[in-house]
């Protein structure tokens, strides 16, 4: 059984969250859904699987997101009814937030008023729902939405196994992350049986970029610095090299992964211009090396393998400071056995 905890009762278990939850959802009617600001495959699968299941129960359901879902994502079913705004005072008998974990993730205000289920596998959630499902063994989210939807007695329609393999299959990093289980796989398994189709579903999702986002990769692998004897690679993104390559900030989603594809590369840190004097930081790694400490000491968030924050100064500023965190989680990570078949 994975650790769970909850902030009611305090010694819950899993299965006890989960009956809760799904008490909670059968009592009623109107529910809110949100997930964090620039969405990624499995904020938006895990949302939208929930949205059909609700449905499936005769419930009425309202998505709001801070930002528009990728390019990649908008032809996946129900992404055109995700709204799309920095507030909202929708009206909703429960308010289910998926992937975040603190609320202002969501980059939503007014969301606070609401009867919350805070749904969530990210290391550090700050329990702020009145019913808290926190799973941090879990690949992606939507595997704790699967886990859910199985609970409520909703079959698995075509959108809901494809919301559900959409959000395990990126936020795996297309099967490659440390967090990967026989219960991804069961899961995955079960989606294909209720019809999800693997190689249409990774053409969608990485192989549907523009040419512009090629450019970009370009760009951004020819100034990419090799650090820690090549063991860390850092990418750097400033709106001039979006301009040039004619790619978009979305563009620059999934990109920090290809350096990961050279043996000898075990993290790489990718620095993108947030804005005045912000830099936002992304990062991925391999095996036991662990960025998501280093996100949260910087007040960020995510997992082992793919993590991220933001940070104030200019770039010679934060760089040094980062650059050796990450070495050192490097040279702690590879201390570990060598990751086996
Ligand atoms: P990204 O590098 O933006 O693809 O994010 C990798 C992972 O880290 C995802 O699970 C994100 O949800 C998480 N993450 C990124 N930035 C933050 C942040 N500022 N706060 C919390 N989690 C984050
Ligand atoms: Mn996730």
């Given amino acids: 059984m994975s650790k769970t905890t909850t902030a009611n009762p305090p010694d819950a278990t ?34 939208l699987a929930m949205a059909y299941a609700l449905e499936a129960l005769g419930k009425q359901v309202r998505l709001v997101n801070a930002d528009a879902a990728p390019d990649h994502y908008r032809e996946f079913p129900g992404v055109d009814r995700i709204e799309i705004a920095s507030s909202s005072n929708a009206e909703a008998d429960a308010l289910i937030v998926m992937e ?3 609320l202002a993730r969501t980059g939503v205000a007014g969301l606070d008023q609401h009867f919350i289920i805070n749904i969530d596998h990210h290391a550090g959630n700050r329990m702020y729902g009145a019913l808290n499902w926190f799973d941090e063994s879990a690949a992606a989210c939507g595997e704790m939405v699967f886990d859910l939807i199985r609970a409520l007695g909703v079959p698995l329609s075509p959108e809901i196994a494809t919301h559900i393999y959409l959000a395990i299959l990126t936020d795996t990093g297309s099967f490659h992350h440390s967090n990967i289980t026989p219960r991804t796989f069961d899961i995955c398994r079960q989606t294909v049986e209720s019809g999800v189709n693997p190689a249409a579903m990774a053409r969608r999702v990485f192989d549907s970029n523009s040419f512009g986002k090629l450019k970009l990769i370009g760009a951004l ?5 090799l650090v820690d004897g090549g063991r860390l690679a850092v990418l750097y993104m400033d709106d001039r090299m979006l301009e040039s390559s004619g790619g978009s900030y979305d563009d620059t989603d999934g990109i920090n992964n290809f350096p990961l594809t050279v043996k000898d590369i075990q993290a790489v840190a990718f620095f993108k211009d947030a804005g005045p004097g912000d830099w936002r930081v992304s990062m991925r790694s391999k ?8 996100a949260r000491s910087y007040g960020g968030g995510g997992h082992k393998n793919a993590a991220g924050f933001t940070v104030a100064g200019t770039l010679e500023q934060v760089r040094p400071q980062i650059i050796g965190r990450l070495v050192t989680a490097i ?8 990751e086996k078949f």
């Avoid at 009956?19 to 990624?40: E, K, N, W």
């Avoid at 692998?221 to 610095?225: G, K």
């Avoid at 095996?287 to 280093?294: E, L, R």
């Fill in 331 to 338: 040279g702690e990570g590879l201390k570990s056995r060598p």
């Fill in 100 to 102: 975040c974990s603190d």
């Fill in 14 to 47: 899993d299965a006890d969250v989960l009956g809760s939850i799904c008490q909670a959802i059968v009592r009623r009617q109107r529910f809110l859904l949100t997930s964090h600001a620039r969405p990624d495959g499995d904020s938006i699968g895990s949302q």
């Fill in 221 to 225: 692998l020819d100034a990419m610095e």
């Fill in 287 to 294: 095996g036991d090396v662990d960025v998501g400490a280093i």
